[in-house]
């Protein structure tokens, strides 16, 4: 099994009350490529967006990603 990620990217900006027109603007993005990191529908994740998006949101990484490790199966003895 595997871990995983989540962006919380979206979840954050509406905490600090930032538009995704806004955010698109101040980070030179596209909405299509803002819609992808807020929805969680990337593949592999650009590292300098990641940093427009932290330098703009003054926020850390961990404040946009959150990883989740794989659960780990039952043996016989928990069940």
Sequence with gaps: ??????????????????SKYKLCRECNLQQTQLNAYCNNS?????????????????CDLYDILKYYPPEKEKSKDDR
Excluded: S
């Design 1 to 18: 099994m595997r871990g995983k990620i989540v962006l919380t990217l979206d979840d954050f900006r509406k905490e600090k009350g930032v």
């Design 42 to 58: 990337l593949q592999r994740v650009d590292l300098d967006v990641l940093t427009r998006i932290c330098d703009y949101l003054e």
